[in-house]
């Protein structure tokens, strides 16, 4: 694809080219020119004392000379147009191809191995093509006229130079592979680079929170001192790459020299003939030497176009297959046996249906990896199912135009990504024609239009970093006012509250019930304490609905709607989220806590410590002793192994009520995982030296743990 993207730019600027090739042309003219004509000068000139001839040869140098640099400097000027447009293209290329793709592909690219293939490779691959077309096309053009002329004047000299101009590229030829390894470990670390700037940038409130300004520093130190080492070694073997021709050259030179010299003495060749020969071989030489010098842009280049491939070579997983308008769709959404997965052979949806009325507000929830979030993705039109079909009022949404589907549609995510601009630019990002009374109307639904009042310059307000100058419940409100503006049939919430605190959560949650009164919201949900409040609620577990209904009928049911309920009830939260309680009737779920007294859980839960965490922290690594247990108040966990090789892989994501490290309260063992929060977490955190005490005095508690250490080990 990147290759087409090459040819197409470089046949799309027709003129440029020939002015380039013209001003190689005109060049190679004077360089041959003022090599031959000491033959002239010396033979028919300067020997035999004629003025005029001098006078002619002289005017028509002359007369060259100025064409050649009138042609160059349209030539660079060409070269400079054709080299900027190149970098339109290529970039421009390689931007649409990103929008077109879906999660997967994010998921495989990291944003600073991104990066690099704009600001580096694309540059590289720009200055390999003006190469080939300036100082390749002259050089390449140079040597074959040269050789042609040079075996017209002296056919053995020519042989001897033939054979000897091989020398050249012996080095290429050595450090060609090294070249290329080195330059591909220059760039994986380049990406590295910027994906740590980017991630530092991103995340300097936990960063300085946390106090990880050393570590970090560190770990950009590292990566920095190894590019400075790869670099060293690849700028060492590319200077290498252009002064071991040189050599070659040299030597080359000197035999040539050598035996010239001898033809001249032996009357074969005239003075004129011999100087001129040897400056035709002068400028041959300092071709090959060009030809010679411009190979490393070559393999920069390959190494550029090689990751450059990686990405372009990424089908779209989605792509326009219909030309029809969708419908304004008003009875239903239907996923009808539908196989989906991430990863070939593990489908996470299989055979599974679903369907969903237009009307009030439906809730879809389920233990992690449920599924849930891919039944959105579905209906989004995120992603494709392999089999089956989505269906909006019976229509495979693949047959419809995209932006149609988009057209009926708002979504919310958990994290709201707010533009560098005004507040205004931000929700207008819904509806880019939007008047101000349409922009108003969309804050007042969304509840943000009276904070937006308050501030100094209103929706004029410049939001800065993605919004860090605002709170998580405006950011969200300002999401759900763009979702609004467009006026969608369907609002679509994915964990649109999860990161919020409590009180803001709730406020914003009381918002969204009173938007269903009046359109149809789908929310994806952990936090049942919300989907509680919706119409109809969806249970999916491993794929499959288990259960359907309203809040009240699920809990009679006593099914996993039940249990998820239990799991996450009996926590008291502080105003703001801060801090924490959790009661003793919630203790006694947990499995090495089941059949122990009241008075033991009563202090247990006592002993708990609220501990609030940012998202993307470490709670603690693989290998560290462990010596706490801990309870999800509020938040999302991954727990991640790391191979021997150092490969880190998810191996489960824990949601409120979940708990973790229950280990560690009966011994002090390695951690077998690292726990690394996915959202803003509080967790509750029970020390073994806080708890061992307690243990000592109830046996019932010391055995109920024994029991469950035994199934665990």
Not at 120 to 125: F, Y
Not at 217 to 229: F, Q
Not at 317 to 338: F, M, Q
Not at 607 to 627: H, I, P, S, W
């Amino acid at each position: 694809m990147l290759w087409k993207t090459i040819v197409a730019s470089v046949r799309s600027s027709p003129f440029f080219i020939s002015v380039i090739v013209f001003g190689v042309l005109i060049d190679l003219l004077f360089r041959y020119l003022s090599s031959l004509s000491y033959k002239y000068l010396i033979d028919k000139a300067l020997l035999p004392r004629d003025i005029e001839a001098l006078a002619i040869i002289v005017g028509i140098l002359v007369a060259i000379g100025l064409l050649n640099v009138i042609t160059g400097i349209s030539s660079d000027y060409a070269k400079a147009r054709l080299g900027a447009k190149l970098l339109f293209d290529y970039r421009i290329a390689l931007f649409r191809h990103m929008q077109a793709q879906s999660h997967r592909f994010y998921e495989r690219f990291q944003v600073g191995d991104l990066l690099a293939r704009y600001s580096d490779d694309i540059p590289e691959i720009q200055a390999a093509v003006l190469q080939a077309l300036g100082a390749g096309l002259l050089s390449v053009s140079s040597v074959a006229i040269g050789l042609g002329i040079l075996f017209t004047m002296e056919w053995k000299l020519t042989l001897l130079a033939f054979g000897g101009s091989i020398l050249l590229f012996v080095p290429y030829r050595m450090l060609k592979s090294r070249s290329l390894a080195l330059a591909d470990t220059y760039y994986v670390h380049l990406g590295k680079f910027n994906g740590s700037v980017d991630e530092n940038m991103k995340a300097y409130r936990v960063i300085r929170v946390f106090d990880l300004r050393q570590s970090m520093l560190a770990k950009v130190e590292g990566i920095l001192r190894t590019m400075a080492s790869v670099g060293v070694k690849r700028n060492f073997v590319d200077a290498n790459l252009n002064r071991l021709p040189l050599l070659g050259v040299s030597i080359l030179t000197a035999i040539i020299l050598a035996y010239g010299s001898y033809l001249t003495f032996d009357g074969r060749l005239t003075v004129g003939e011999f100087i001129a020969y040897n400056s035709v071989f002068a400028t041959v030489g300092q071709s090959m030497y060009g030809i010679a010098t411009i190979l490393p842009y070559f393999l920069a280049a390959k190494t550029s176009l090689q990751r450059l491939h990686q990405v372009m070579e990424w089908k779209p997983e989605v792509t326009e297959r219909g030309d029809k308008e969708l419908p304004t769709v008003h009875s239903h959404i239907e996923l009808r046996d539908v196989t989906f997965a991430y990863v070939p052979g593990e489908p996470i949806l299989q055979h599974f249906d679903l369907s969903i009325p237009l009307s009030g507000y439906t809730s879809i929830v389920g233990t992690s990896g449920s599924g849930k979030s891919t039944v959105l993705q579905l209906m989004l039109r995120f992603a494709d199912p392999e089999s089956g079909a989505v269906k909006y009022d019976g229509q495979d949404i693949r047959e419809a135009r995209y932006a149609s589907l988009l057209g009926q549609v708002g979504i919310v995510f958990q994290d709201s990504i707010l533009f560098h601009g005004s507040i205004r630019d931000n929700i207008s990002i819904g509806k880019l024609d939007a008047t101000d009374e349409e922009i108003e109307e969309a804050a007042r639904a969304a509840g943000i239009h009276e904070t937006i009042a308050t501030f100094q310059d209103g929706y004029h307000t410049i939001v800065r970093n993605h919004g860090d100058n605002l709170s998580g419940g405006q950011r969200q409100r300002i999401a759900l006012a763009r979702a609004l503006l467009r006026k969608p049939n369907i609002l679509f919430l994915d964990e649109a509250t999860s990161a919020l605190d409590p009180d803001t959560e709730q406020s914003v949650n009381e918002t969204i019930l009173s938007l269903s009164r009046s359109k149809t919201i789908i929310s994806v949900t952990h936090r049942l304490a919300y989907a509680a409040m919706s119409d109809r609620i969806i249970v999916l577990d491993k794929g499959k609905v288990t259960e359907s209904g309203p809040h009240e009928q699920l809990l009679e049911h006593n099914g996993l709607y039940r249990r998820m309920w239990e799991k996450q009830k009996g926590f008291v939260l502080s105003r703001g989220g801060g801090s924490a309680q959790v009661q003793a009737e919630r203790l006694s779920g947990l499995p090495f806590f089941q059949g122990i007294e009241q008075g033991a859980l009563d202090q247990i839960s006592r002993l708990f410590v609220a501990e609030k965490f940012e998202a993307g922290t470490t709670v603690f690594e693989q290998g560290d002793q462990g010596d706490t247990f801990y309870l999800i108040a509020r938040g999302r966990v991954e727990i991640v192994k790391s191979s021997d090789s150092g490969e880190r892989s998810r191996v489960a994501v824990l949601e409120d009520g979940d708990h973790f490290g229950e280990i560690a309260l009966m011994q002090h063992i390695p951690r077998t995982a690292s726990v690394v929060t996915l959202t803003p977490c509080l967790l509750l955190s029970l020390s073994y030296d806080h708890f061992h005490p307690l243990m000592m005095n109830y046996s019932s508690i010391r055995e109920a743990l024994e029991a469950t250490l035994k199934t665990r080990m």
